[in-house]
């Protein structure tokens, strides 16, 4: 099994002391707070020994102290560290294993022991991460290699889910789905007794590093499982078999959060087969496992997928609030409603999703996708955490005491982008989303220049050309693929299926709901109160920004407003001239990121190099074709020359 | 195992004699000549007994006399027919099966013996059928199921592929290539003894019908095979491997008429790897199989697969007359080329390929394609056999005895339709085609009408409203076809891929060579003098024509010219009114014929009536939607409004 160990790599410190005491309760010993210090220790301190309390202490001794206190939060930790002695002090085993880990990503930034101290807790109190696994080992979307949970139609438990573990632990995620929403073959018998014993180790294993497990039932179980003619959420033998089976369930694996379901999407089946609300389904499920302290998180992503393109007052992005605006208040306590963070589809730019702020009665979760499905499928380089920290921080200008996104939900999810791949994320440098995706939803106060120069330094070690380069690299990635690929907030001129590339009308005539409607005069969608009326399920200080061409922002003016090629921005340019400087530049920017990462020859281990090499130039070519055909199609249809005599083939 | 008769499924005829008398010499009892009438008469005359040769010969018999005349070419045939005696006579076994088969034929649409005489030969000595089935099972653009002959990744000899061999024998078909031109996997092996003694009973199956067996080997095999190295066709290792190879397997296989060949096209391995030419490697198949009586059948289906859409001046058009056209007179004369119908690939409208009558020192091949690849994959009604017979009866203006296609090929192949599927076909309806195209080799002056005629009426029976409509269907669909998908031989506006309903960008930006380069003010690609040059590859008195735009014919003016949506055509339609048109009229023909097929219920059996109820449907649905996007598409770039009026979403 050959996997890296990612930003726990624990490098060697500036440290000749020969005994590294760990003192703490009994009953902290098997705790993994406890032994991820002495894994870390025996890298960091290698010739020092790690023992358990100790009447020694000298000055060839470095002391950690770990204690519960009680007064603190679950999850929060205080740390009081010097050259010699570090106490950490925390809420709960999971609090105290936080703490350690900051404890040691600090010293390990610093190469040494040092004095400083620590208070934290998370600033989002659900950090959840979904898998898209197949139980047949498939990921969709995944771009990282196969499924490491299940092998073999089985869910496997072996040093790679360990090391996993401990990774997520180590950002702070407290909540993992491992399957599909989209509910599968073999993963519908996730409920059945066929994976109940496998499902109760791995909820074991992810309990010591305090996290919830969290599955993806089939709703339609009480059909495709036992049998029942119906899955109506009203039923009376539905509710019983869901009741029974929760029962069993949860009564085998001990740590299971609750379910995510995707429902009435894309053909999943749903309550409203039965005529009955995405409340009546979530509440029934709820009700199944509250009992057990478990929360059901559904899905808002709810559109007609089989839209006809002809059809021009049907707007998709309007679908999910109108699906889910009229039933707020409607849900149980233990029900959380999960959006995408826009109205689409994670798209390199969208609006925030208007759900945010107007559910005022109901608890919900942001959605960000890790995955790169539609920013550069983890070939190319696009550090997404300036995209989901503004988001974060965005304001609804809904009537509420804080009306940002982050003090609106309950908690945050993210579409993991790890698989099988040695380096976890396909490239080395698509781990950098993991990594600050999980620490900023634990601290959002974390600037990304800091998050950046954490995980490069965690990842690299501490040679300044290097960090200073992939700093630049991260910093960087995601305005240039905002502007190599779709401009203007525009969306979807990608291939259709697999995502990838530019097809500027691979989406035009289908039946998804995105278009461009681009033709010789004129490109965008009128979303505005005189068009499909989207810029209205906003709050009314957004809906008056949003819904007029004139304080629309640039960067989504074409997903609001249909509007002529010689339309000036607010930066000055005409939209055509916009999308061929965007374009230009965004390459250039690419083949920058490129040669910064070819002067780390040496620097970093080959390997890394390597992989790094072959991802920059196939992003260099498939950016080339973004440059090359977006700014052909549009100059096809608009007949206008770019102004700088560029080649626009 | 369940399939239909198709065209041989002998109806009774209005007879009651009750005896058919079947006289021939003794070596001819156990022949297929026989055999077949003993099997039609048995339906045809189901009261009568058939026997061999009597003494006994009264009014309530039918005499049948069977004779071998060696003074009559192998395949070629008399028939003397009246009410009581049919006297048929042929050079070969094989030409009396064809006899046989015309005196049936005649009898079943008479619906009664009667007086008639009939002298044939086939006007094209190679009449063959290539199929596409891999050994797996799959068939690439395959439209009517698995392969009946690749089951379970062997080759099976049941009563299906008997009946194969007999609906083959039956419209002359006398050349079956039996596996992919692309060598996959399993079919790597046919060379091998794993496959020996399978190809050698269907050989044999085979010869009994006339039919040669051919497979396509896998170019590279003396590496993928062998170990050997190389594939160089001049490597003197390579030479012998190939001769005492082709040793064995022509030993073995006694009915084995040579090699199919795909090289040095789409991945497929070839001689140019070791900067040897097409002849090179033609010609040493054809030396390691000549001394068997084989032939190597070499594709012509070559050129760039990974061009730069950028490059406007690569024309994938003229790659296959530029690739060979230097080889001419370099083949054995056990080699033949086979270009197919047009220069691209099966387009609805292409001019005919450049190399037939260029090549004046090599035997050549056209090749069709019976699958529906790019004409509405076997959903859509689409006669192909008007198409086949305007190819054929082409002038190709070189300076030739003949200058027409059908003088100037040594043999015809067509991609086969067939499949698994009960009707062989997947349509009932594309069975037609397969009827069309062997009679229309056999004997190239039927009219369209008269193979339209027959096949109904041997198919359907003597209804006269389903003659009558079927016909209709039939005979305009192809233009129906063209009509509502891609106009004025642009080409290439499907989905990439599955070649299947519109994208008229699909192909746009990407490396197949196949653009329309349309953008607001014009459409098409210029392969005049001035421009790609591919017209000068035709004959001048042709060249002149399509080289010029005031002359090209108008189906083809977008091939060969990049013009002006408001272009006069000759039929005195702007180029952009012909597209709206043509789009309009194509979509109703296809309605029109729906309507039609709904007229047949209860007049034709419900299973192919409910089947072709299905396809309509599929066609109309599609059928709209290459109206509708290919008028928006022309719409949104032109700017000019249909003159009649009609919406254009």
């Not at 808002?300 to 309007?318: E, I, M, P, S």
């Amino acid at each position: 099994m050959d996997f890296s160990k990612l930003w726990l790599d624990y490098r060697k410190l500036a440290d000749t002391r020969r005994r590294v005491i760990i003192s703490c309760d009994h009953s902290l010993k098997d705790s993994a707070a406890f032994e991820e210090l002495q894994i870390a220790m025996a890298s960091m301190v290698p010739d020092a020994i790690v023992v358990w309390r100790s009447e020694v202490f000298d000055d060839d001794s470095y002391l950690i102290v770990l204690t519960i206190h009680p007064e603190l939060a679950e999850e929060e930790y205080d740390i009081a560290a010097s050259a010699n002695i570090t106490e950490i002090c925390a809420g709960s085993e999971t609090g105290l294993l936080y703490g350690v880990f900051a404890f040691l990503r600090q010293t390990a930034l610093a190469g040494k022991f040092y004095s400083f101290t620590a208070h934290s807790k998370p600033s989002q109190p659900i950090r959840m991460l979904n898998h898209w696994d197949e139980a047949d080992g498939d990921i969709e979307r995944g771009y990282s290699g196969k499924s490491f949970f299940f092998i073999n139609e089985e869910l496997e438990i072996n040093e790679r889910t360990v090391m996993y573990a401990r990774l997520m632990a180590s950002i702070g995620i407290n909540g993992v789905v491992i399957n599909n929403v989209n509910v599968r073959r073999k993963a519908k018998l996730l409920l059945s007794i066929e994976f109940a014993e496998s499902l109760a180790n791995l909820g074991e294993l992810f309990a010591r590093y305090g996290i919830k497990l969290f599955i993806c039932p089939d709703f339609a179980a009480p059909k495709t499982l036992c049998g029942l003619d119906t899955a109506d959420p009203l039923d009376e033998n539905v509710i019983e078999w869901w009741n029974t089976t929760c029962a069993l369930v949860f009564g085998k694996i001990k740590n299971l959060g609750g379910f995510l379901v995707k429902a009435d999407s894309e053909g999943e089946p749903g309550p409203m087969a039965y005529g009955r609300t995405h409340a009546d389904g979530a509440n029934m499920l709820a009700r199944a496992i509250k009992p057990y302290g478990g929360i059901v998180i559904w899905r808002c992503f709810v559109y007609n997928c089989t839209q006809d393109w002809r059809d021009k007052k049907t707007d998709r992005a309007c679908a999910s609030y109108d699906n889910f605006i009229g039933l707020d208040g409607q849900f149980d306590d233990n029900v959380y409603l999960q959006a995408k963070n826009g109205p689409v589809d994670f798209q390199i730019r969208e609006p925030v999703h208007p759900l945010f702020g107007a559910m005022k009665n109901t608890n919900m979760i942001i959605e960000f996708q890790l995955a790169q499905e539609y920013t550069g499928q983890q070939k190319h380089v696009c550090w997404l955490i300036p995209m989901i920290k503004e988001i974060m921080e965005h304001h609804t200008c809904h009537d509420l005491p804080d009306d940002r996104v982050n003090r609106i939900v309950c908690g945050v999810a993210a579409v993991a982008n790890t698989g099988d791949s040695y380096c976890w994320t396909g490239s080395e440098l698509a781990a950098a989303n993991l990594y600050g995706y999980g620490r900023l939803l634990f601290d959002e106060n974390l600037t990304c220049d800091e998050l950046a120069e954490e995980w490069t330094r965690l990842t690299f070690g501490d040679d300044e050309k290097v960090t200073a380069a992939v700093k630049e690299i991260l910093l960087g990635s995601k305005q240039a693929y905002e502007d190599y690929t779709v401009p203007l907030g525009i969306g979807w001129m990608c291939h259709p299926n697999d995502h990838y590339g530019p097809s500027p009308w691979g989406y035009e005539f289908d039946r998804w709901g995105t278009y461009n409607r681009a033709d010789r005069d004129a490109v965008g969608v009128d979303r505005s109160a005189s068009g499909s009326g989207y810029s209205e399920q906003y709050a009314p200080a957004l809906a008056e920004v949003y819904g007029d061409i004139s304080k629309c922002p640039d960067e989504l003016l074409l997903f609001f407003h249909r509007v002529p090629y010689t339309q000036r921005l607010h930066s000055g340019k005409t939209v055509i001239q916009h999308i061929y400087d965007t374009h230009f530049e965004g390459y250039a920017k690419a083949e920058h990121f490129a040669e910064l990462w070819q002067g780390l020859k040496g620097r970093i281990d080959d390997r890394t190099f390597k992989n790094g090499c072959e991802r920059f130039a196939e992003q260099l070519r498939c950016a080339k074709e973004w440059r090359d055909i977006i700014n052909c199609f549009f100059h096809r249809l608009s007949g206008i020359d770019d102004e700088n005599g560029r080649e626009i083939y």
